[in-house]
C-alpha cells in the first residue's frame, strides 16, 4: 500500500508542473502586445508634410471610405424600395409605359454602378488592411494624397491609369 501512495504524489507533481509552463510561456511572448487604435479629429486633412500613408492616413481614408460606402448602400436600399412602389402602376398608354420603363431602365443602371463602386471600396478597405493602398497595383509608386482624395479608390498613379485606359480602348476597337 505505501507503493501507490508514492506513485500519486510524483503524478500530482508533473501535473504541477506542466500547468506552470504555458504561463510564462505565453507571458513573455512580445507579438501578443496590441497598439492602441490610433483617432484622428473629424476635421482632420492629410498633409504632404506626414510620412506618406501613415497609420493616421490610412484611419483617415478607412473612415472616409466606410462612410462613403454607407451612403451608397442607403442610398441603394431606398432607390429598391421606392423603385418596386411604383411596379403596382400599370398605364393603358403605351407611351407612359415606354417612359416608366426608360426610367427603371437608367435607375438601375444607377444602382449597379453604385454596387460596382460599393465593391470598389471594399477592395480599397483591404488595401488598407494589407498595407498596399496608396500605392500604384502596377508600378508599386505612391498614388498621390491630392489624388487619393479626390478618388479614394484609386488603384493607380495617373500615368499607370492613362496607360490602362488606353490599353482598353485599343482592346475595344478590335
Given at each position: 500500500m505505501p507503493k501507490t501512495s508514492k506513485v500519486k504524489k510524483k503524478t500530482s507533481k508533473i501535473k504541477s508542473k506542466t500547468k506552470?509552463?504555458?504561463k510564462s510561456k505565453v507571458i513573455s511572448k512580445?507579438?501578443?502586445?496590441?497598439?492602441?487604435?490610433?483617432?484622428?479629429?473629424?476635421?482632420?486633412?492629410?498633409?504632404?508634410?506626414?510620412k506618406y500613408m501613415c497609420e493616421k492616413h490610412k484611419v483617415f481614408f478607412r473612415m472616409k471610405l466606410q462612410e462613403?460606402?454607407?451612403?451608397?448602400?442607403?442610398?441603394?436600399?431606398?432607390?429598391?424600395?421606392?423603385?418596386?412602389?411604383d411596379d403596382n402602376s400599370i398605364s393603358a398608354d403605351i407611351v407612359?409605359?415606354?417612359?416608366?420603363?426608360?426610367?427603371?431602365n437608367v435607375e438601375m443602371k444607377a444602382i449597379n454602378r453604385q454596387i460596382k463602386l460599393i465593391s470598389e471600396i471594399d477592395k480599397a478597405l483591404?488595401?488598407?488592411?494589407?498595407?498596399?493602398?496608396?500605392?500604384?497595383?502596377?508600378?508599386?509608386?505612391?498614388?498621390?494624397?491630392?489624388?487619393?482624395?479626390?478618388?479614394?479608390?484609386a488603384k493607380y498613379t495617373i500615368a499607370a491609369q492613362e496607360k490602362h485606359e488606353k490599353d482598353e480602348k485599343v482592346h475595344a476597337d478590335d
Open positions: 506552470n509552463k504555458p512580445p507579438k501578443d502586445i496590441v497598439k492602441a487604435p490610433i483617432k484622428i479629429s473629424k476635421n482632420y486633412i492629410p498633409k504632404d508634410s506626414e462613403w460606402r454607407k451612403e451608397l448602400v442607403k442610398a441603394n436600399n431606398e432607390a429598391l424600395y421606392n423603385g418596386s412602389m407612359d409605359q415606354a417612359s416608366s420603363y426608360t426610367d427603371k483591404t488595401r488598407i488592411k494589407d498595407d498596399t493602398y496608396g500605392y500604384c497595383l502596377d508600378t508599386a509608386e505612391p498614388i498621390g494624397l491630392k489624388r487619393l482624395m479626390a478618388r479614394p479608390v
